[in-house]
């Protein structure tokens, strides 16, 4: 699948992800991006464009010029984060993606953050009411 280029004026979405991956399994944006590539559904390069590993530290994967692969419904409308683990996720993750997300919507204004369970209900991901969370975060820490 050739990778598409993303018109930053169209992103309407900020979307969180989680890797649905063990704790302490060491998992990053380099073994995200085997499992995409190697996958049967033809990417060239992992989906995402940044990774949130369990220590808070921010991974970038798939640039931001380019149309993710994580939610055919908004691919060419949104940027994506990914955090490493199954929803019992870190105090460093839980700070880390609220940077991301400040520092986008600073970027993107006017996008909403989102989960991908928001955009396709069949989905549990990132297993947390992330519209939630963020609300509560942004009136407390506005």
Not at 21 to 41: Q, V
Not at 75 to 100: A, H, M, P, Y
Request: contains cysteine; hydrophobic residues 35%; proline residues 5%.
């Amino acid at each position: 699948m050739a990778v598409r280029s993303l018109n930053p004026n169209n992103v309407k979405y900020l979307a969180v992800h989680c890797s649905d991956s063990p704790k302490n399994r060491g998992d990053d944006a380099a073994t995200i991006n085997r499992w995409h590539i190697d996958s049967s559904k033809g990417f060239d390069l992992i989906g995402y464009h940044a990774v949130i590993l369990e220590d808070g530290r921010v991974q970038a994967g798939r640039p931001e010029y380019c149309q993710g692969a994580h939610c055919p419904k908004i691919n060419s409308k949104s940027i994506s984060v990914c955090l490493i683990g199954d929803g019992d996720f870190t105090d460093e993750q839980l700070v880390s993606l609220r940077e991301w997300l400040m520092q986008k919507l600073q970027k993107y204004a006017g996008a909403e953050v989102v989960g991908h369970s928001d955009i396709d209900p069949r989905k549990t991901c990132p297993n947390f009411d992330v519209v939630g969370w963020f609300e509560s975060l942004t009136e407390e820490y506005p």
